[in-house]
């Protein structure tokens, strides 16, 4: 089992839609959660992180984190074309001192 | 001003030479990273400097090795290079190694070995 599992996609999503993208780990005592956007061809950036069960809105961004099911979701309200990237969920440990990240969710929205 | 930097940006190189990837920060970070992001998008850790220390070393063949001058560089070295070491290698740096850091990456060094 990966420790950081993500559906690779594509995922395709009309614009002004909802895009919800999924990410599950394997470490019950991970804390730490990450979501990271990339381009093609450039470097991963950070939209946000989440370290308690619950909601955290950024924006059009929401993570949703679920620590007894053992899954992290990121939504985007509003699709734009300009959100079309490969999001990384990322995941820390205490004693870990590293992220592991998921293999990535490719983004298309259509316009 | 450009956080976190690399060069080169691109390295084309034959089988069984050394190069080297130079990574610095400007951020005043006291951690930085060394990644591989393979062909299938999949990044995964290869070290981890806390203030010059290496605290991360991952499984990783021996003809990596980085070395970190002072906390705001971390340099990358492989020797030998094979066919598999084609990837994009990606710093990074975080103010601390806590697991609730940040980490803001470089633009990436893209390596073809021939």
């Known amino acids: 089992q990966k420790e950081v599992e993500q559906n690779s996609g594509p995922l395709s999503v009309p614009e002004g839609a909802i895009a919800s993208l999924n990410c599950t780990y394997s470490d019950r005592g991970s804390q730490s959660f990450f979501w990271y956007r990339q381009y093609s061809g450039k470097s991963p950036e950070l939209i946000m992180f989440?370290?308690?069960?619950g909601d955290k809105e950024d924006g059009r961004f929401t993570a949703q984190l679920n620590k007894a099911s053992q899954y992290v979701s990121l939504l985007i309200r509003d699709s734009q074309p300009s959100d079309s990237a490969t999001y990384l969920c990322?995941?820390?440990?205490?004693?870990?001192?590293?992220?592991?990240f998921g293999q990535g969710t490719r983004l298309t929205i259509n316009p | 001003d450009t956080a976190v930097s690399q060069t080169p940006k691109y390295l084309v190189t034959q089988m069984g030479n050394d190069k080297s990837i130079k990574c610095e920060q400007n951020l005043g970070h006291d951690t930085m990273y060394w990644y591989k992001q393979d062909s299938k998008k999949f990044l995964k850790i290869m070290f981890s400097y806390n203030n010059k220390e290496l605290i991360i070393n991952e499984t990783v063949p021996n003809r990596f090795s980085p070395k970190s001058p002072d906390k705001a560089h971390l340099n990358l070295h492989i020797n030998s290079l094979e066919l598999g070491d084609s990837a994009v290698y990606f710093c990074a740096s975080s103010q601390g190694a806590g697991i609730q850091e940040t980490q803001y990456f470089g633009p990436g060094t893209r390596l073809l070995v021939l």
């Open positions: 990322a995941v820390s440990t205490p004693g870990a001192q590293k992220l592991v």
């Open positions: 989440i370290y308690s069960n």
